[in-house]
């Protein structure tokens, strides 16, 4: 009798345990594939997510890890930094923006991810679908406007969605069917569609980045890596190179600061025909103590002109340690715009002095200091490093992405951008072991 009571007992609970897991499965499924959605949407999947996870706290025995814990203190520190911010308001309604950073590595440090690949698959295959709609929607709108630009850049996903995030969102799928063993039919069309949209997306700067990442792919990690004895001739070949050209390279970066053109590195915040003709160069940027309202900045001249700014803000509020506070960089930044007679918008538009650094380490820094940069980089550095101790190429790729991304994008200060972030990195650095387990009873 006692055996049988024990079977049950024994039954019953892995049964609770089964449910558990299955349903934060689901949760993470769909969340993870509605990331280009609207907030509210992602807001009400983490709002279940976390709350089924914390009714099963008591029965759950859990472990946190550096890499779950560094989030966590990173938010944690974005809420302290409201206790001295210049814009206390501002730093309040920022927090719940932010607050994946906290809810995410708690939730993921409870639960047992059973199957990482599965989600993985799962979004990859989402983005696909959200190319065809994006396409598909182009096509419409080229047929009432007759205007080509439906199909490149913001226009394609619209400014809200960010065709800049939205090319890191690609990027990740597009590396999961690049690494995938093997291809049907319909992976290498899905590959080929996701390549396509990037390109027309138009972002240089994660363009770039793919193509360096699809040759290391190839030379390092790929199955014929091996048979390929060109690894050495390749890093050899950069490096002679690189000594070869050198002072040529300085000349080069030496003339493009000076150089007054609109197609640089960077995407451009504010369209030309909006602003005006008057193309500023990043040495003007740097160094001009009055603009005028036609005043165009580059992609790469308004994030010298940014960069300027948070060295003068830095020097004049003597906040190096803890920053501003979390968003308190914006009003800052407003008045330095309005000093230096920046492009003011108008009533279509918004101005410069209304957008934030366009660089995460810069934003960082400015408002949550030399702490809050620290605690950053820890996360990107334990991220990389996992990457590269697990051999796993997907998560290579998206550790990069996001360390280059961070340098033209403030990645983070987005709602979507943070929720991507979080999610891929606890899904990546998560322990994927049953240390997280249903409490045994008698």
Not at 90 to 103: R, V
Not at 152 to 166: P, Q, R, S, W, Y
Not at 355 to 379: C, D, M, R, S, T
Not at 383 to 399: G, T
Request: proline share 1%.
């Amino acid at each position: 009798m006692k055996d049988k009571l024990d079977f049950f007992i024994s039954f019953f609970l892995k049964a609770k345990e089964k449910c558990f897991y299955d349903f934060s499965f689901v949760c993470l499924s769909i969340l993870i594939c509605i990331i280009p959605l609207p907030n509210v949407i992602n807001n009400i999947v983490v709002g279940i997510f976390v709350f089924y996870t914390i009714l099963q706290i008591r029965r759950v025995k859990f472990v946190f890890t550096i890499e779950m814990l560094l989030p966590i203190v990173f938010f944690l520190w974005m809420a302290i930094s409201c206790f001295w911010s210049t814009d206390f308001i501002g730093s309040l309604h920022a927090l719940p923006k932010e607050s994946s950073l906290l809810l995410l590595p708690f939730c993921c440090a409870i639960i047992f991810i059973h199957n990482k690949e599965l989600l993985i698959k799962y979004y990859s295959i989402s983005m696909s679908f959200y190319i065809v709609f994006f396409l598909t929607k182009a096509v419409f709108r080229f047929l009432t406007e007759e205007n080509i630009t439906v199909f490149f850049g913001h226009e394609l996903v619209t400014k809200d969605l960010n065709a800049i995030h939205f090319s890191a969102f690609v990027s990740v799928a597009f590396f999961y069917f690049l690494t995938k063993e093997i291809k049907t039919k319909i992976d290498y069309l899905q590959l080929l569609l996701l390549a396509l949209f990037l390109a027309l997306l138009n972002s240089k700067s994660i363009i770039f980045v793919d193509i360096l990442l699809v040759g290391l792919y190839f030379f390092f990690y790929s199955k014929s890596a091996n048979k390929m004895r060109l690894r050495n001739i390749v890093l050899l070949g950069i490096v002679f190179f690189s000594f070869l050209f050198f002072n040529r390279i300085k000349e080069k970066i030496e003339f493009e600061f000076q150089l007054n053109k609109d197609n640089n590195i960077g995407h451009t915040v504010i369209p030309k025909e909006i602003v005006g003709d008057r193309i500023i160069s990043m040495k003007e940027a740097w160094e001009n103590d009055k603009f005028e309202q036609t005043d165009f900045f580059s992609g790469a001249s308004f994030r010298v002109y940014q960069f300027r700014m948070f060295l003068e803000i830095m020097k004049e509020e003597n906040v190096f340690f803890q920053g501003l506070g979390l968003n308190a960089s914006y009003k800052k930044l407003e008045e330095k715009g309005l000093k230096y007679n920046i492009f003011h918008g108008n009533e279509t538009t918004e101005g410069y002095q209304k957008k934030n650094f366009h660089n995460q380490y810069v934003q960082v820094f400015a408002e949550l200091g030399f702490i809050g940069f620290v605690i950053l980089a820890l996360i990107l550095f334990v991220n990389l490093k996992n990457a590269l101790k697990n051999k796993d190429f997907i998560h290579i790729a998206f550790a990069i992405l996001m360390i280059s991304l961070f340098l033209t994008e403030s990645f983070l200060w987005r709602q979507r951008g943070v929720v991507f972030f979080t999610l891929f990195y606890c899904l990546f650095n998560l322990k994927n072991t049953r240390q997280n387990c249903i409490k045994q009873t008698s």
